[in-house]
């Protein structure tokens, strides 16, 4: 058995990014930038105005002129042609170019109109190029805006469009096949047997695997038995990832290892000191294009808390995500918590924020098989060992999202 942060190590070790892909800018949300953006327009484009207002010499405000002679009136989107002259503004909205002679503008609410002049009623000081946003203020041509490696966030998005990139290169996301194995199972939509239970695992790792972007390719159900569990592990592999649910333990029937084995899938680990999850498998069939393939234990919360924690490390390591690890954080217990387990224990809890101060009260969580516990928890409380721990004590936490 290795522990946690071991497992981590191997797969960022063993994953290697993926290709990328050309997408259209409006698809490419939470994609990972696979190129560095430089600008290629200076931003403003014009000297603009900041506010509505009256476009002025501000040479004429120091010498005491308080009101001017308007002289014509500027939209956002048009220009004008005229070079303002001593005494005279302009009035201009927010966004417009500066015209000629203009070097401040007053905003409206500091005016007072009165046919055709206008009153300037502040007495502060204007300076040059009061309320006015100089041209390549914001980004200049030739700057490197956004680099590779950026998962790209809604202003990203914003100021590519701003560069005219109605397209760009991104990592592929991993196409992710769910191969859920047991002759105790039944579909979804079916009503079980003596004995027998739905198949639960699939779509949960398949709404897992679309939380984070990517494409799920469930395959249905493997029987225990050598035939059946080749055919589907042959079709899974086709996907970048395979993730099996089940036959990973040490019983009669758990044949996933064994199978993965003859289809040339090299085993990097199997079993983690970890609850729920220590029987986890990893491997990878290495080739030109490497599929990389979990087994994941058959018990729900399992399955689901190896997802967060080994999977998701996968996936954002192909993605080309700089820290693949997942990321932990410090919150208080709110009640006290007495931790039996002789492994490190990823707790279904539920986080809270009071201030600035975050809060984990664990769940009452029965075990691996207790699915229901977990649906009121937006996170996993990490007890890296057995003990007492008393209220206001900090862990770790992995938030769920």
């Known amino acids: 058995m290795i522990s946690i942060q071991a497992a981590w ?93 203009v070097d401040a503008v007053i905003q409206v609410e500091e005016t007072k109109q009165n046919g055709s002049d206008v009153e300037i009623t502040t007495d502060r000081l204007i300076e040059p190029h009061h309320n006015i946003v100089k041209c390549g203020e914001s980004m200049r041509v030739g700057e490197t805006l956004v680099t590779s490696g950026k998962q790209l966030q809604p202003q990203d ?4 469009a701003e560069l005219g990139r109605h397209e760009i290169l991104v990592r592929r996301p991993p196409t992710i096949a769910v191969l859920a194995t047991g002759d105790e199972l039944v579909p979804v939509d079916a009503e079980p047997g003596a004995g027998q239970i739905r ?10 695997i679309a939380r984070v972007g990517c494409q799920p390719v469930p395959i249905g159900i493997a029987r225990d038995n050598r035939e059946d569990l080749h055919a589907k592990i042959t079709q899974g592999l086709k996907a970048d990832i395979l993730c099996l649910s089940g036959g990973v333990s040490a019983g009669k029937k758990d044949l996933v290892p064994s199978e993965l084995a003859r289809a040339g899938v090299v085993e990097v680990f199997h079993r983690v000191a970890l609850k729920p999850g220590k029987p986890i498998w990893f491997g990878v069939l290495k080739g030109e294009h490497p599929r990389y393939v979990f087994g994941l234990p058959g018990n729900p919360v399992s399955s689901f808390v190896c997802f967060e924690l080994f999977v998701r490390a996968a996936i954002r390591r192909w993605i080309g995500l700089c820290d693949s690890t997942p990321r932990l954080q410090q919150a208080k217990l709110s009640q006290p918590f007495s931790m039996t387990s002789n492994r490190p224990t990823l707790f279904p809890s539920a986080v809270s924020r009071n201030g600035s101060e975050v809060w984990v009260t664990p769940s009452l969580w029965k075990g691996s098989f207790d699915l229901r516990a977990t649906i009121e928890s937006n996170a996993l409380a990490y007890f890296h060992e057995a003990g007492e721990y008393r209220e206001g004590d900090d862990i770790e936490v992995l938030q769920l999202h």
């Open 9 to 101: 190590d191997l797969i960022e070790n063993s994953v290697a990014p993926g290709p990328d892909q050309t997408v259209r800018l409006m698809n490419a949300l939470g994609c990972v930038l696979a190129e560095d953006v430089h600008c290629t327009i200076n931003s403003p484009p014009f000297d603009k105005s900041m506010m509505d207002g009256f476009g002025i010499k501000s040479a004429d405000f120091a010498s005491g002129l308080r009101t001017f002679c308007i002289v014509g009136e500027l939209m956002a989107g048009h220009t004008s042609q005229h070079v303002l002259q001593s005494g005279e503004a302009i009035q201009i909205m927010t966004g417009a170019p500066i015209p000629a002679g």
């Open 199 to 208: 198949n639960s695992n699939e779509p949960m790792l398949a709404a897992q």
């Open 157 to 160: 998005i914003g100021l590519l």
